[in-house]
């Protein structure tokens, strides 16, 4: 007998990350890859770390860098993030902010927290492909959130339980979500609010893309909006994730989770059973970096970002052909293209690669039912000015070339 023939059932719902099979393209120099949700390295604050790192490894400090922590966090991180999210009008303690290795492994502990096999999860379509991955190991059936969308909350418990099971949690990113690059206004954030009361459930809050605005009107985020509602954090359903990964750096793997304390709580013995704790090197050098110069190079970021991001819409404009659209975001990393009925991205990306030299994310993987697939999701934060036009330029002949079959 192999000893495949032992893996739990919950394995038969993991499946390779598209994304990540696609970053192995970034080794390729002849490629241009509009495909990870990659931040530019050349902006990473390398200087900051290399000094933070040196004081936490330093003679005074390096007793407590270098060992066991507790599974909560740093508390001067966390204490930190206490005053990051009062300036977006998030009130909450100290006991009230778990740190993680990076908001995915956030997302995996909120899936095991809530869905037993054959629950429901509400998710956006599509929605983050790292948020299915880390929720499919739970076997759950997935729902759609639109906030547009006028179902009862009657209607969305009885499918569930059809399906066997319980709606447990809405999970969206409601700024630049990941992968269309679209913003929820106050309305729809307040409409999602209202329909989970309705529900009795969870509001997942990916923040992962939060401070990355551009152009346009900031909204608070839906824990703000439900805090000011209710008054007190503790009565608050929505659980906010937050990282460092694309405003300092990713590879240090810090993300934090702000919630009710009884969601902390029980967070924290599964980090307790998973590995104990983040990281404390990485946790005491993202702290020093952020109380330094987080806002100042969250800013340099903006500008970069934005910038290539008008570069991007400026020569999609130029270059695409009649029958595509895309979005036109204000802030995060993606643009999302809309192919012409009956097109496949995956097969768009096939020509692509071995026609133009190009790379990006096919659609269907961000839909959890495979659907959609005349999409594509396009990045524009690593590239520059040059090299973007140049890569949508090919997308466009390949385009063609793909169409005029």
Not at 329 to 347: I, S
Request: aromatic share 8%; hydrophobic share 45%; net charge negative.
């Amino acid at each position: 007998m192999s000893v495949t023939e032992l893996f739990a059932t919950r394995t038969e719902g993991m499946h390779a990350s598209e994304i990540r099979e696609l970053l192995k393209l970034l080794d390729q120099p002849e490629i241009i890859s509009f495909a990870g949700g990659i931040p530019d390295p050349a902006l990473f604050p390398r200087v900051e770390f290399a000094e933070a790192l040196a004081w936490a490894t330093s003679d005074t400090e390096a007793a407590q860098s270098l060992q066991y922590a507790p599974s909560e966090g740093y508390t001067p991180l966390r204490e930190w993030i206490v005053r990051y999210m009062a300036t977006l009008g998030v009130s909450c303690a100290v006991d009230n902010v778990l740190i993680t290795a990076g908001s995915q492994q956030a997302l995996d502990y909120l899936g095991k927290l809530f869905l037993d096999p054959k629950d429901t999860a509400l998710v956006g379509w599509p929605t983050y492909l790292g948020a299915l991955g880390a929720f499919n190991a739970y076997q759950p059936v997935y729902g759609r959130i639109d906030p547009r969308a006028n179902r009862s909350a009657e209607e969305i418990t009885q499918k569930a339980a059809s399906r066997g099971g319980r709606v447990k949690f809405a999970y969206l990113s409601a700024d630049f979500a990941n992968p269309t690059g679209l913003t929820f206004d106050r309305a729809e954030r307040e409409a999602i609010l209202a329909k989970a009361d309705a529900l009795d459930i969870a509001v997942i809050e990916d923040g992962a893309y939060q401070a990355l605005r551009y152009s346009g009107t900031a909204y608070p985020p839906m824990l703000a909006l439900e805090q000011a509602r209710k008054g007190d954090m503790e009565a608050c359903r929505t659980i906010y994730c937050g990282s460092f990964s694309k405003t300092l750096a990713p590879g240090l793997r810090v993300g934090w989770v702000v919630a009710a304390k009884p969601v902390i709580q029980q967070m924290v013995l599964m980090k307790q059973a998973a590995d104990l704790q983040t990281a404390t090197l990485n946790q005491m050098a993202v702290a020093r970096v952020a109380e330094a110069v987080f806002d100042s190079h969250v800013e340099k970021l903006r500008e970069v970002y934005g910038h290539r991001l008008n570069a991007m819409l400026a020569s999609l404009g130029h270059h695409m052909p009649e029958g595509v659209d895309w979005t036109r975001p204000e802030g995060g990393m993606f643009v999302w293209m809309h192919l012409p009925e009956g097109m496949d991205g995956a097969e768009l990306l096939a020509q692509a690669l071995r026609t133009q030299k190009i790379a990006f994310v096919p659609g269907g993987a961000f839909f959890a039912d495979g659907s959609n697939r005349n999409t594509i999701r396009l990045n524009f934060s690593l590239l520059d000015d040059k090299t973007i036009d140049e890569g949508i330029r090919r997308l466009g002949e390949a385009l063609r070339a793909e169409m005029a079959k």
